[in-house]
């Protein structure tokens, strides 16, 4: 692989680079009116530019030579663009997008570490954008996933197609990128929603499906990477405020108060750029008495980001970000009669301070017009810890940093032949009394993936990667995830896609060290835990029709996936409350989903409906695998009552959860920890652009309309009616 990588940077500094420019417009084709923040990208390169107020574009740094710019807008459906560029010259091109309110982006970087076209890659993915996000009034990011089909978020533990079950937020199957820097915990390996900056996210990509052969350990069952916006080409100012309440519940011995618990937030950004740099400020603070007695939170953000053109061919980027989240610490209810209320011996004064800390630096150079790298490190730092005494029982706290470093190179060989290769190398580190100390994991890896394209319709991929992982003094040897996908596109409407991939996921410190009581619970090392193992294969159909006049999409996938020695938590002694995490081998997850948007009538009333149906099997005990859901359907439906005035329906259901660990209950250390239900939540909201000199958008939000009860998980009332309002202003 060492070999590979100094054969091609030697022959690309050997090579003359010659570039051109594009200089562009982005306009409504219907209106003529210029389109502002319109993305413009060139496929398989790192390149792009964000149309200004008047629509217009420049990239810079185009190899010579035939190139495809993909362009994408909110609202607009999305465009392709073939240019030939000459070297020294500018190119001027005009392209003209039409309005479509239901559409996937056109474009995403994840599943094969480049910007490609949905309709190349060989698995599933799935798009959440910055509209969709905005009009549902979300304050987390992990809010944003309960909509996307085939994804499942307990907690803020997040299931790709069943992979995930529930072990109160250790040890994520799904890997969680920003702005493709790793953003996983060194301790626990979990995800920190509440870090994110939701007001700037450009888009959240989630590829389905085993991801190690590029991503290495933790995408076990896929990979979330949230994509934040480009600096404005112009000086933007961009502010959202929400404040709301959770309406009193139904039942009396439910109601800790007589006042509705209230909640806030507010998101505050600004970009511009400046010659050869761009930047990008913000940050919010959000604030929830909740609808549980004792679970009242406070939030607050900074975030930043900057690129600055190092010169014709290279660009430097630096993404920085600092949260903190002052918190209530209790874990399960006192019983479902008192399902608001803690246990009665929980210590009220007891508050979680968490803090995190994300820094990345990225270097892009295009060598040749055949050849660029990236080279990236990062640093992700989490601090935890409780206000009880650390010379007592119930103290928790930890400091975890995790440092990675990684060289990229993707090269166009000819025009038909890509290969991207790599080398990566992980440490995370822990410091924490419930690890006895200070505990490392390092994990070094190379990586490569072909992509060959035969004739105009067939395009195969292949790709492996090599991971050594070492724990403590324990080298647990190489991991090898090779993966296959093939793309056939029937038409120009119609892309099969097929894939197999192998993955790992490597146990995490806290998994294999951690020795503590909590909330009830006594927890127990294992050093010998095994990395699990998992397959998955998939095959699907991307398919895009015209019904009365308006363009439908179809995508359909068939799935299977199976895993060995999944670590879970489980008694280990039927007497006691002792858990350890222990590897369960042999689980099978065969399932179905399909993917639905269009327009039912003319422009005035659109749908998106996605529905995800598994068995999930536990094949040691010839049952259903626990704390899966094996139903799972979302639906939106839109309604344009005017030009600025829109409503808009979420219905999101899940099966009930055929099994759980029975012996929580048995055991009593979680009263009526068996009561589930299906869930069925119903999301109102109506949107209204404010027809005034600043750009104004005020939203009513009405989430859980119905006010249904169920259970999240176990012994954990999940969130009830909430109704807020939402300002965002944008000023250029």
Do not use: C
Request: hydrophobic share 40%; no cysteine; charged share 20%.
């Amino acid at each position: 692989m060492r070999a590979t990588l100094t054969i091609l940077l030697v022959a690309a500094i050997a090579a003359h680079a010659q570039f051109g420019t594009i200089v562009g417009t982005v306009t409504d084709r219907e209106s003529g009116e210029p389109v502002i923040g319109a993305s413009v990208r060139l496929s398989g390169l790192p390149q792009g530019a964000t149309s200004r107020r008047d629509g217009s574009f420049v990239v810079r740094r185009v190899p010579v030579g035939s190139v495809r710019l993909i362009v994408t807008a909110v609202g607009y459906h999305p465009a392709e663009y073939v240019a030939t560029v000459t070297s020294g010259d500018t190119l001027r091109v005009r392209i003209e997008l039409s309005s479509e309110s239901i559409t996937s982006a056109a474009v995403v970087v994840s599943a094969a570490r480049r910007v490609q076209s949905v309709q190349e890659v060989a698995t599933s993915v799935s798009l959440v954008d910055a509209r969709s996000i905005a009009e549902r009034a979300m304050t987390r990011l992990d809010e944003a996933l309960r909509y996307v089909p085939g994804v499942v978020v307990t907690g803020s533990q997040v299931s790709i197609r069943g992979s995930s079950g529930f072990s109160y937020g250790l040890g994520s199957r799904v890997l969680l990128l920003i702005d493709n820097f790793p953003a996983l915990s060194a301790d626990n390996g979990d995800m920190s929603f509440d870090a994110l900056p939701i007001a700037d996210v450009e888009r959240i990509e989630i590829v389905k499906g085993a991801g190690s052969a590029l991503y290495g350990t933790s995408a076990l069952g896929g990979v979330v990477n949230v994509i934040t916006r480009d600096a404005s080409p112009a000086p933007e100012l961009r502010v959202r405020a929400l404040g709301g309440l959770w309406t009193l519940p139904r039942f009396d011995t439910w109601r800790y108060r007589d006042d509705p618990p209230r909640l806030g937030a507010v998101d505050a950004s600004a970009s511009t750029t400046l010659g050869a740099l761009q930047m990008l400020v913000a940050g919010g603070y959000r604030s929830d008495d909740s609808y549980r007695s004792f679970n009242d939170s406070r939030r607050w953000y900074t975030f930043g980001k900057a690129t600055y053109d190092l010169g014709a061919a290279s660009q430097l980027k630096l993404i920085a970000q600092y949260a903190a989240d002052d918190r209530a610490n209790w874990l399960n209810w006192r019983s479902l009669r008192y399902a608001t209320l803690p246990p009665a011996t929980t210590d009220t004064t007891d508050r979680v301070d968490s803090r995190k800390l994300l820094v990345g630096l990225e270097e892009r150079t295009i060598w040749s017009t055949a050849l660029f790298t990236t080279l990236r490190g990062s640093l992700f730092r989490t601090w935890y810890t409780n206000t009880i005494p650390p010379d007592s029982a119930g103290h928790v706290s930890a400091d975890a940093t995790q440092y990675t470093g990684e060289l990229q190179a993707s090269y166009q060989a000819t025009e038909r032949f890509n290969l991207t290769t790599g080398i990566s190398a992980t440490l995370n580190a822990v410091e924490s009394p419930y690890t006895q100390g200070r505990r490392t994991q390092t994990i070094a890896s190379l990586y490569a993936q072909a992509e060959y394209r035969f004739g105009d319709r067939t395009t195969a991929t292949l790709g492996a990667r090599a991971d050594n992982v070492s724990t403590e003094r324990d080298a647990s040897g190489v991991q090898l995830s090779p993966k296959l996908g093939i793309t056939y596109r029937l038409d120009e409407r119609t892309t099969l896609r097929a894939s197999i991939g192998r993955a790992f996921r490597a146990a995490t410190l806290t998994e294999r060290y951690a020795a503590l009581r909590f909330a009830g619970f006594t927890v127990g090392i294992n050093p010998s835990l095994r990395s699990e193992i998992g397959w998955s294969a998939e095959i699907g159909a991307l398919h895009t029709t015209s019904i009365g006049g308006r363009e439908w999409s179809f995508d359909a996938a068939a799935f299977v996936a199976r895993m060995d020695d999944l670590i879970e938590p489980q008694f280990v002694v039927d007497t006691t409350a002792e858990i350890r995490f222990v590897n369960i081998s042999r689980a099978l997850l065969p399932g179905i989903e399909l993917v639905v948007r269009g327009w039912l009538w003319g422009d005035i009333v659109g749908i998106e409906s996605g529905a995800t149906l598994m068995a999930p099997r536990d094949l040691v005990e010839n049952a259903t695998l626990r704390f899966r859901h094996n139903v799972q359907w979302n639906t939106r439906v839109l309604v344009n009552l005017s030009q600025r005035l829109r409503a808009n329906a979420d219905y999101r259901f899940l099966s009930r959860v055929e099994r759980i660990d029975d012996r929580i209950v048995q055991l009593g250390l979680v009263p009526d920890g068996d009561k589930r239900v299906p869930i069925h939540i119903l999301d109102l909201r109506l949107l209204w652009d404010v027809p005034i000199a600043v750009p104004l958008r005020l939203t009513l939000n009405v989430r859980n309309a119905l006010d249904y009860y169920y259970a999240e998980y176990i012994g954990n009332l999940g969130p009830t009616r909430q109704v807020s309002l939402q300002a965002e202003w944008t000023v250029r």
